[in-house]
């Protein structure tokens, strides 16, 4: 795997190829992501239909949207990842001229063909076509307690707690947010920590530091959790970034 993140943060391109893998059922809470399958191919899981997705085949990932994909070692998917804040701040137009120009930096090295690139440009119009809409959006219960998960992943936030917050019956908060999210409350924590984790590491940050500071406070478990979600281990993940 390749990663190859913009100065910003607020993109990046992650190529997965040579790795045979289940990313099992998990959700993206601070990115669209936009693959494209350009060797091989590989199976997708969301809202439980399962699709075979070929060679030259797209498909977009909304925050929040929970899907499992598996590959093969003989597969390749170029994964765009954008921010979602991105879209409130700038054009469709404009988000596709910066990640058009880091594309073709890539692109020569890796053996993309431009035509990828158009099919990015047409999936970033369609997702700022559809910001705002209603059949995207989480309920404004399940939404602040993925929200609380979110700005507390690094501290111990009991399920007592959280169902407190929304006046849900923990057993009730359990149901319901699996069947939005994908994930129960802790298994969601611990994504977000090890994406936490992953922009730490991103930014130079030591692979101890990564994890204490993320609430990992045994080194295997971390490496555990981190692999399980990301596909390679923590000192791997951090050799294989490059900044475009």
Known sequence: MQYFISEDRSFEFVVTEDITKDFGLHNHTEHYVISFITKGEALLLYNNVSVILKKDDTFIVRPYMPHSVKVEAD?????????????????????????SAKFDEIAAENGFDNRINSELTDAI?????????????????????????AQKSSDIYLLDQLSEDVYISKYHLIRKFKSKIGLTPHQL?????????QKDLALGGRLIDAALDNGFYDSSHFDRCFKKIVGISPSEYQRKIRDI
């Open 75 to 99: 597969t390749q998917i170029l994964s765009l990842c954008i921010n979602k804040e991105w879209f409130y701040s700038e054009s469709a137009n404009e988000i596709s001229q910066k990640v």
């Open 125 to 149: 119009g369609l997702i700022a076509e559809s910001i705002g809409d209603e059949r995207y959006k989480l309920s404004e219960d399940i939404q602040r307690v993925a929200d609380k998960i």
């Open 189 to 197: 924590m611990i994504q977000v920590r090890v994406r936490n984790a």
